[in-house]
């Protein structure tokens, strides 16, 4: 038996294809918030873009 609680659990696989669009999003904010300048693309497994940002 251990004493303390139980360390945080590691996640062994890749975040969901689903997650992709919403950390882009929080990605441009962060980098809008500090002011920086920035091109980010999102594509899809064939390569196909999906998405680009600009600022």
């Known amino acids: 038996m251990r004493d303390g609680p139980d360390p945080?659990?590691?996640r062994d696989r890749p975040p969901e294809r689903s997650?992709?669009?919403h950390r882009l999003d929080a990605?441009?904010?962060l980098l809008t918030?500090?002011?920086l300048p920035y091109t980010l693309e999102?594509?899809?497994e064939d390569g196909t873009?999906?998405?680009e940002l600009r600022r």
């Open 42 to 44: 999102l594509y899809a």
């Open 8 to 10: 945080p659990r590691r």
């Open 27 to 29: 990605l441009a904010t």
């Open 19 to 21: 997650d992709s669009p």
């Open 49 to 51: 873009l999906l998405r």
């Open 33 to 35: 918030r500090f002011g």
